[in-house]
T-cell receptor, first 111, second 113 residues
Framework: DAKTTQPNSMESNEEEPVHLPCNHSTISGTDYIHWYRQLPSQGPEYVIHGLTSNVNNRMASLAIAEDRKSSTLILHRATLRDAAVYYCILSWKEGAQKLVFGQGTRLTINP | DVKVTQSSRYLVKRTGEKVFLECVQDMDHENMFWYRQDPGLGLRLIYFSYDVKMKEKGDIPEGYSVSREKKERFSLILESASTNQTSMYLC????????????FGSGTRLTVV
């Protein structure tokens, strides 16, 4: 399985942008980069995904490096409700389609 | 919005009991998954299914089985519950292909006593 590496924890302030990094140096050409987050006492929630180009949706933006060996999830204006564990995951195209979760980044938002 | 519904939020069962955890999704997704989540170990895949009556073992299938008789329903079965199966169990579903997000249920916290 292609692996991802994320910092264990990050901290930011409310209403400021947050950049959550993810390294995936062994990514294959057909792997999609997925981001999920898990709020306390809830199941994971889909945030965003992409293949090569940067992606935007109502929740966040995903910036993918040109060589695809790293990506950054961007929360443009963090709120207290964004405090969660964020997971960066590579989704296979060949073989079994399954999400393999790492430990993720625990994001703390200060008021 | 796609919904994945897990039948129970909390369950308490006795050691040796047969336990059924039910998961239903309402958006005609082909793929369904069962994970368990434990502190320090993260989410681990138990079983998944690509289609009705099809199943594949995940990373930790021992002590579990699954059933998928209908497309919308995926059941996780603990044949003889043990205390080390006390955990949070999460169900997920998605359409086929890597270009789709997964939808997770809210989870079932199972305690085996």
């Amino acid at each position: 399985d292609a692996k991802t590496t994320q910092p264990n924890s990050m901290e930011s302030n409310e209403e400021e942008p947050v950049h959550l990094p993810c390294n995936h140096s062994t990514i294959s050409g057909t792997d999609y980069i997925h981001w999920y987050r898990q709020l306390p006492s809830q199941g994971p929630e889909y945030v965003i995904h992409g293949l090569t180009s940067n992606v935007n949706n109502r929740m966040a933006s995903l910036a993918i490096a040109e060589d695809r060996k790293s990506s950054t999830l961007i929360l443009h204006r963090a709120t207290l409700r964004d405090a969660a564990v964020y997971y960066c995951i590579l989704s296979w195209k060949e073989g079994a389609q399954k999400l393999v979760f790492g430990q993720g980044t625990r994001l703390t938002i200060n008021p | 919005d796609v919904k994945v519904t897990q039948s129970s939020r909390y369950l308490v069962k006795r050691t040796g009991e047969k336990v059924f955890l039910e998961c239903v999704q309402d958006m005609d997704h082909e793929n369904m998954f069962w994970y368990r989540q434990d502190p320090g170990l993260g989410l681990r895949l138990i079983y998944f299914s690509y289609d009705v009556k099809m199943k594949e073992k995940g990373d930790i299938p021992e002590g579990y089985s699954v059933s998928r008789e209908k497309k919308e329903r995926f059941s996780l079965i603990l044949e003889s519950a043990s205390t080390n199966q006390t955990s949070m169990y999460l169900c997920a579903s998605t359409l086929s292909g890597p270009n789709y997000g997964y939808t997770f249920g809210s989870g079932t916290r199972l305690t085996v006593v």
